[in-house]
């Protein structure tokens, strides 16, 4: 199985089952933590797109020597809020 996953353009929603599947934050992630449960928080990702209900004890289930991931050079940057300008500010 080939993981390619572009967290570019991943949705709210699928940054957010990401952290909920992970067990750490989006910017835990992107600062470099990782462990293998965040590998297979991953495979998840990439495999809910084709079936939504892919699980990660279907990622449990896959061995390592099946597993090749493309990386990216650099980690996307997660969207910040943008500040709103004080009430009365013209």
Same mark, same amino acid.
């Given at each position: 199985m080939k #993981? !390619?996953?572009d967290m570019n353009t +991943? !949705?709210?929603g699928e940054i957010e089952q990401f952290? +909920?599947? +992970?067990g750490l934050t989006w910017d835990e992630f992107t600062a470099g933590? =990782? =462990? #293998?449960?965040t590998t297979m928080a991953l495979i998840c990702l990439q495999e809910r797109r084709a079936n939504p209900k892919y699980s990660l004890d279907d990622a449990r289930k896959l061995k390592v020597s099946e597993i090749e991931f493309e990386t990216e050079d650099e980690a996307p940057v997660p969207p910040t809020p943008r500040k709103r300008a004080p =009430?009365? +500010?013209s």
């Open positions: #993981v !390619t996953v +991943a !949705t709210l952290e +909920a599947d +992970a933590k =990782s =462990s #293998v449960r =009430s009365g +500010a």
